[in-house]
């Protein structure tokens, strides 16, 4: 397939091992892979905060790096930037051009799974893993079912990984509870934030895995800090990462 990166600026700027990553990995099994020029924020820190007038050109520019690039498939390694990339775009933009990139929007494990199945794995990880399961894919792009749900349940980010040989995966406990990152959270309610952020750090590390593996750079960003700063054995890794290591 033809794949254009969506990279967000966070992605960008704080974690860029991710967005090569998922080059790697994307060209390992075959895709073409090409990055639209001028990709920016996708105004969800303005947005979650109320500021839509201030989002709407950020996200607009973003937009137009893909509205009639030829591709069948946008596929990006942030769930919660994905999301408000297609909350925003539909807000501002109500046009079929719009609606044309908003329907080849992936997460990329969503990609992996529901689009374009890995066939094999060439290389073991043997490690465990425990999975952090962000509020956005959970619950915002069905990655997999939420703990308070009561339908069938699923989980496309363990069916993705489960099938790279010799990897353990195990969840901390409760296993869906907000690692406290939240974006603009983590700023008006810094002391809440920490405090979430300890809580599911030390959860990850009790299960005594050797990675925290997650499909949200952001929420990976935020369990990073407080795991180095409670200088707990474990360590955190995109799931970009462990897939691209085991092709």
């Given at each position: 397939?033809?794949?254009?990166?969506?990279?967000?600026?966070?992605?960008?700027?704080?974690?860029?091992?991710?967005?090569?990553?998922?080059?790697?990995?994307?060209?390992?099994?075959?895709?073409?892979?090409?990055?639209?020029?001028?990709?920016?924020?996708?105004?969800?820190?303005?947005?979650?905060?109320?500021?839509?007038?201030?989002?709407?050109?950020?996200?607009?520019?973003?937009?137009?790096?893909?509205?009639?690039?030829?591709?069948?498939?946008?596929?990006?390694?942030?769930?919660?930037?994905l999301v408000a990339a297609?909350?925003?775009?539909?807000?501002?933009?109500?046009?079929?051009?719009?609606?044309?990139?908003?329907?080849?929007?992936?997460?990329?494990?969503?990609?992996?799974?529901?689009?374009?199945?890995?066939?094999?794995?060439?290389?073991?990880?043997?490690?465990?893993?425990?999975?952090?399961?962000?509020?956005?894919?959970?619950?915002?792009?069905?990655?997999?079912?939420?703990?308070?749900?009561?339908?069938?349940?699923?989980?496309?980010?363990?069916?993705?990984?489960?099938?790279?040989?010799?990897?353990?995966?195990?969840?901390?406990?409760?296993?869906?509870?907000?690692?406290?990152?939240?974006?603009?959270?983590?700023?008006?309610?810094?002391?809440?934030?920490?405090?979430?952020?300890?809580?599911?750090a030390h959860a990850h590390?009790?299960?005594?895995?050797?990675?925290?593996?997650?499909?949200?750079?952001?929420?990976?960003?935020?369990?990073?800090?407080?795991?180095?700063?409670?200088?707990?054995?474990?360590?955190?890794?995109?799931?970009?990462?462990?897939?691209?290591?085991?092709?």
């Amino acid at each position: 397939m033809k794949i254009a990166l969506f990279i967000p600026c966070l992605v960008n700027q704080m974690m860029p091992d991710v967005a090569i990553a998922t080059l790697s990995l994307l060209e390992k099994l075959g895709h073409e892979v090409i990055f639209p020029e001028g990709q920016t924020c996708c105004g969800q820190p303005m947005t979650n905060s109320g500021c839509f007038n201030e989002a709407r050109n950020t996200t607009l520019k973003l937009l137009n790096a893909f509205k009639g690039v030829e591709c069948d498939a946008i596929v990006c390694p942030a769930a919660s930037c994905l999301v408000a990339a297609k909350e925003n775009f539909h807000e501002f933009d109500q046009s079929q051009a719009a609606q044309d990139v908003i329907d080849k929007l992936y997460e990329l494990t969503e990609f992996l799974h529901d689009i374009a199945p890995i066939p094999a794995f060439k290389y073991k990880f043997e490690h465990t893993i425990s999975l952090q399961m962000s509020c956005h894919g959970l619950r915002m792009l069905n990655l997999a079912t939420p703990s308070e749900s009561m339908g069938p349940q699923f989980n496309k980010v363990e069916a993705v990984l489960q099938n790279i040989p010799g990897i353990k995966i195990v969840y901390p406990a409760p296993r869906d509870e907000c690692c406290g990152f939240g974006g603009t959270f983590a700023v008006d309610e810094g002391a809440v934030s920490a405090k979430m952020g300890k809580d599911k750090a030390h959860a990850h590390a009790a299960t005594h895995a050797q990675y925290v593996v997650g499909f949200d750079p952001s929420c990976l960003l935020h369990l990073d800090g407080m795991i180095r700063r409670q200088l707990l054995p474990i360590q955190t890794r995109h799931i970009a990462q462990i897939i691209d290591a085991a092709l």
